[in-house]
């Protein structure tokens, strides 16, 4: 009776350890995700910068995305409060359907990236653009 009751013991124990290095295991997965947070209004990138950044898609900003620190969602409807600056960034999303669709497929294309936007309440037809902001910064558009 007394090597059963080691052997329950032993056992309880041996789970126990599978449970907690599965757990450690799984720690810098969970540590790595980056932060997100809603950007203030009129928060948006310059409209001169948003313009180039928004017409082309970069695969790269996806990637920026994945190993971000910090992301910043900037809805787009609040980004600029100047109506001159809100009116060419407007502009600017309309002539950017080609590579807002580009964007959209390519992460809708990368698991990862569907996991990171669905966690953080984000529908993949909601993002306009990816823009890093530099130091592990990304600042993401969302209409």
């Not at 997100?36 to 990637?63: E, H």
């Not at 993949?124 to 990304?138: H, K, L, M, S, T």
Request: no cysteine; charged share 15%.
């Amino acid at each position: 009776m007394n090597n059963v009751l080691k052997g329950n013991i032993l056992k309880g124990l041996g789970a126990t350890a599978a449970a907690a290095a599965i757990l450690i295991a799984a720690a810098p997965a969970f540590a790595s995700a980056p932060a997100f947070s809603l950007a203030k209004p009129n928060s948006g990138m310059s409209v001169d910068s948003f313009d180039p950044q928004v017409q082309v898609f970069n695969r790269q900003n996806i990637a920026d995305l994945l190993h971000a620190r910090s992301v910043s969602v900037v809805k787009f409807d609040t980004a600029w409060n100047d109506g001159g600056d809100a009116t060419k960034a407007f502009d600017a999303l309309n002539a950017s359907d080609q590579s807002i669709h580009l964007l959209r497929e390519a992460l809708k294309a990368d698991p990862a990236a569907m996991q990171l936007l669905a966690r953080n309440h984000i529908a993949v037809n909601q993002v306009v653009d990816i823009a890093p902001a530099g130091n592990g910064a990304v600042q993401l558009y969302v209409s």
